[in-house]
């Protein structure tokens, strides 16, 4: 397991608005969800982002299940524009193919980042294009270079990466708390 526990614990809104700011996604996006849950960051990225394509990754049926109910509900309520694509999977992470993701989110054990870092590591290299002069038309990862990819980390970082932004979140259901919220371009 990426996320090992017995409590199943989702994503704080404030960490969500804080990856928000942090991966910046614009329309030509890609985002996974890795251990999407009950589908809240990506319910609440596409209602609050120009991202259009989304993936969650949940490996437990139930939670997998939910989350796509929860999907419906936001898409009928008319919080989810037309336009946005939203896969829920249930499926291994360490199994998926990540060469579409632009940007992933990860909220995972160390165990769990050590393991899917190479995956992500895995996409292939992408010949960037020049439009007349000279920007770049990979709009997806102006932060970042064609061959990377954003991730941000809620709680636990990659151990032998450097990152790119180290914010700390404030949560309201632990007072006093303060969690760390990553991110990093992957890449070659």
């Not at 259009?52 to 437990?60: A, Q, T, W």
């Not at 010949?127 to 000279?134: A, D, L, N, Q, R």
Request: proline share 5%; with cysteine; charged share 25%.
């Amino acid at each position: 397991m990426l996320a090992p526990r017995k409590t199943l614990w989702s994503t704080p809104t404030a960490a969500i608005e804080q990856t928000s700011n942090l991966i910046q996604l614009t329309s030509s996006d890609h985002l996974y969800d890795v251990g999407c849950g009950d589908g809240r960051v990506i319910i609440h990225l596409a209602c609050a982002t120009p991202c259009r394509r989304f993936v969650g990754i949940e490996i437990d049926e139930g939670r997998a299940q939910q989350a796509q109910r929860n999907v419906d509900e936001a898409r009928t309520a008319g919080r989810i524009p037309e336009e946005v694509s939203i896969l829920i999977r249930r499926a291994n992470a360490l199994e998926v193919d990540y060469s579409e993701a632009t940007a992933v989110f990860l909220y995972l054990v160390p165990r769990g980042l050590r393991l899917i870092k190479p995956i992500l590591l895995q996409r292939p290299k992408i010949e960037s294009t020049k439009k007349e002069g000279g920007s770049s038309d990979d709009e997806s990862n102006r932060n970042g270079s064609a061959d990377q990819v954003r991730v941000v980390t809620y709680m636990s970082p990659f151990v032998d990466e450097t990152h790119v932004k180290r914010e700390l979140c404030a949560v309201d259901h632990q007072e006093g708390a303060a969690w760390p919220i990553y991110l990093y371009h992957l890449g070659r």
